[in-house]
């Protein structure tokens, strides 16, 4: 079972009304998964995972980012065509701007919302609006992340990584000041495993060989003095998320 509490001024504790809530009230369904893992909250909006691998969403719906093709605000959950996977965690962003990235237990990544500066990858122009699941080409995604200035990055299962949006900061982890509105990968290794928001303007992403690198915005600590236009190793042994020792950022 599924519970929420708190403010519900857009309907985002998912009970059909707009009542805010002191203590905890079961969202409707009993067949979520559980686990931390299995569900993903934003600003006035939640989505969440069940056993069966779909994925729902409800609240606020500004830029149509709960992708069920309209911008129709929902106090209930409503599912988002698809079939998710078991786990959020890795495999669902969310932008400032209201835009979402999700992958596929087949490897497909989507993304659907606004589309500020080509965020969602599909070489489409700035501010178009996308309120339904949309493929971005590729077929073996494994993890996916925005950062605050509206850029994602992005790992394969082949260990590449990839960056497209925003160049402001250094977030693509790419040198230059160009805004990539489609997926381009990022020089170097091919032993990116994870990768992650530190929602400051920075990126952070693991390898293969448990170290830890980050890149983007520094000026408030996030990858430290100096913005970082390309990765840059933090100091230290990590471990790889979901393993003993592992971390999340």
């Given at each position: 079972?599924?519970?929420?509490?708190?403010?519900?001024?857009?309907?985002?504790?998912?009970?059909?009304?707009?009542?805010?809530?002191?203590?905890?009230?079961?969202?409707p369904?009993?067949?979520?998964?559980t686990?931390?893992?299995k569900?993903?909250?934003?600003?006035?909006?939640?989505?969440?995972?069940?056993?069966?691998?779909?994925?729902?969403?409800?609240?606020?719906?500004?830029?149509?980012?709960?992708?069920?093709?309209?911008?129709?605000?929902?106090?209930?959950?409503?599912?988002?065509?698809?079939?998710?996977?078991?786990?959020?965690?890795?495999?669902?962003?969310?932008?400032?701007?209201?835009?979402?990235?999700?992958?596929?237990?087949?490897?497909t990544?989507?993304?659907?919302?606004?589309?500020?500066?080509g965020?969602?990858?599909?070489?489409?122009?700035?501010?178009?609006?996308?309120?339904?699941?949309?493929?971005?080409?590729?077929?073996?995604?494994?993890?996916?992340?925005?950062?605050?200035?509206?850029?994602?990055?992005?790992?394969?299962?082949?260990?590449?990584?990839?960056?497209?949006?925003?160049?402001?900061?250094?977030?693509?982890?790419?040198?230059?000041?160009?805004?990539?509105?489609?997926?381009?990968?990022?020089?170097?290794?091919?032993?990116?495993?994870?990768?992650?928001?530190?929602?400051n303007?920075?990126?952070?992403?693991?390898?293969?060989?448990?170290?830890?690198?980050?890149?983007?915005?520094?000026?408030?600590?996030?990858?430290?003095?100096?913005?970082?236009?390309?990765?840059?190793?933090?100091?230290?042994?990590?471990g790889?998320?979901?393993?003993?020792?592992?971390?999340?950022?």
């Amino acid at each position: 079972t599924l519970w929420a509490w708190g403010g519900n001024a857009k309907g985002e504790l998912g009970q059909n009304n707009r009542t805010n809530r002191s203590s905890p009230i079961q969202i409707p369904g009993t067949t979520w998964a559980t686990g931390g893992d299995k569900i993903y909250c934003m600003s006035a909006t939640g989505f969440a995972i069940k056993t069966d691998n779909t994925m729902w969403g409800w609240g606020k719906n500004f830029n149509g980012h709960i992708g069920v093709n309209n911008q129709t605000k929902y106090s209930s959950p409503v599912q988002i065509p698809g079939t998710w996977g078991s786990s959020i965690e890795g495999k669902i962003s969310v932008g400032q701007n209201y835009a979402v990235a999700a992958i596929k237990t087949d490897g497909t990544l989507w993304t659907w919302g606004e589309n500020q500066i080509g965020v969602l990858g599909h070489n489409q122009a700035d501010g178009q609006r996308i309120s339904s699941p949309t493929q971005v080409p590729g077929t073996t995604w494994k993890s996916i992340a925005f950062n605050s200035s509206s850029c994602i990055s992005a790992t394969k299962t082949d260990g590449t990584l990839w960056s497209w949006g925003y160049w402001e900061y250094g977030g693509l982890g790419i040198h230059g000041e160009v805004n990539y509105s489609s997926p381009v990968q990022v020089p170097g290794t091919t032993t990116w495993d994870r990768v992650w928001t530190s929602k400051n303007g920075s990126m952070k992403a693991t390898r293969t060989d448990g170290t830890l690198w980050g890149w983007g915005s520094g000026t408030i600590g996030g990858t430290g003095p100096g913005n970082k236009s390309s990765p840059t190793q933090i100091p230290g042994t990590w471990g790889r998320q979901g393993q003993a020792g592992g971390i999340k950022l």
